[in-house]
């Protein structure tokens, strides 16, 4: 709190209310937050990128322990925040496993939201290229456990097709060998989301050529290929 610039510190108020926080998380008393107590969390993600970290991994326990935490509106807030900052490795790493957590906690209510929400870390992609391996291969299992879902809208099915046909040229950047794994995820989501609406069929009929690493890849892709022809 002393290292950054007084429009940022935490009065003393604000120090107690955090303090707070931190200790019924840590009792897992699982109290519901209040306005006051996200605006002194998101209030700490303003500060330099140096420091930012322990207020991201703040987030992340909170999330898990306290049900409902945050709500869609508090997460879109927070995603333009993380837009907004540059983040060093270690805090990219925590960012990233909290707004894995939040995304899969508020995609069953999100409908046509899903770019809102993936956007924010398909952004971290550009700027970290150490981490893309890491960000592609989580955000990969994200859509593709997104893509299961019985009920998907087809304005979500489409939004979320945006999204992993973004994640599958970001493959193109990675290392050959390790991006098996996520290949195959984005190919399973978009083949998901490819037989559940007609309209998003007529959409990917001109899937984009992609190098496909290994056997099932090109199953996959075939059978999307097939799907799409065939228009019903």
């Given at each position: 709190n002393d290292q950054v610039n007084d429009n940022l510190k935490l009065s003393d108020m604000e120090w107690k209310q955090l303090q707070q926080i931190i200790e019924n998380v840590g009792d897992n008393k699982g109290g519901?937050?209040?306005?006051?107590?996200?605006?002194?969390?998101?209030?700490?993600?303003?500060?330099p990128s140096h420091l930012v970290f322990p207020c991201l991994d703040l987030m992340r326990v909170v999330n898990r322990?306290?049900?409902?935490?945050?709500?869609?509106?508090?997460?879109?807030?927070?995603?333009?925040?993380?837009?907004?900052?540059?983040?060093?490795?270690k805090a990219i790493?925590?960012?990233?496993?909290?707004?894995?957590?939040i995304t899969v906690q508020y995609t069953e209510h999100c409908a046509g939201n899903y770019t809102e929400l993936f956007s924010p870390l398909v952004h971290l992609v550009n700027k970290s290229p150490n981490e893309k391996k890491f960000v592609v291969t989580l955000l990969s299992k994200v859509v593709h456990n997104i893509s299961c879902s019985s009920n998907m809208s087809e304005t979500s099915g489409s939004a979320l097709l945006d999204t992993a046909l973004t994640l599958l040229g970001e493959c193109e950047l990675i290392d050959e060998k390790l991006r098996v794994e996520p290949k195959t995820h984005l190919l399973v989501a978009i083949g998901n989301v490819a037989y559940c609406h007609q309209g998003i069929r007529e959409r990917i009929r001109d899937l984009p050529t992609t190098s496909l690493p290994n056997e099932k890849c090109r199953q996959i892709y075939n059978d999307i290929r097939s799907l799409c022809n065939l228009g019903n």
């Amino acid at each position: 709190n002393d290292q950054v610039n007084d429009n940022l510190k935490l009065s003393d108020m604000e120090w107690k209310q955090l303090q707070q926080i931190i200790e019924n998380v840590g009792d897992n008393k699982g109290g519901a937050l209040t306005a006051s107590d996200k605006e002194v969390m998101t209030k700490l993600l303003s500060w330099p990128s140096h420091l930012v970290f322990p207020c991201l991994d703040l987030m992340r326990v909170v999330n898990r322990s306290v049900k409902d935490a945050f709500t869609l509106q508090d997460t879109l807030r927070i995603a333009k925040t993380f837009s907004d900052i540059t983040l060093n490795e270690k805090a990219i790493r925590v960012a990233l496993r909290l707004w894995v957590d939040i995304t899969v906690q508020y995609t069953e209510h999100c409908a046509g939201n899903y770019t809102e929400l993936f956007s924010p870390l398909v952004h971290l992609v550009n700027k970290s290229p150490n981490e893309k391996k890491f960000v592609v291969t989580l955000l990969s299992k994200v859509v593709h456990n997104i893509s299961c879902s019985s009920n998907m809208s087809e304005t979500s099915g489409s939004a979320l097709l945006d999204t992993a046909l973004t994640l599958l040229g970001e493959c193109e950047l990675i290392d050959e060998k390790l991006r098996v794994e996520p290949k195959t995820h984005l190919l399973v989501a978009i083949g998901n989301v490819a037989y559940c609406h007609q309209g998003i069929r007529e959409r990917i009929r001109d899937l984009p050529t992609t190098s496909l690493p290994n056997e099932k890849c090109r199953q996959i892709y075939n059978d999307i290929r097939s799907l799409c022809n065939l228009g019903n």
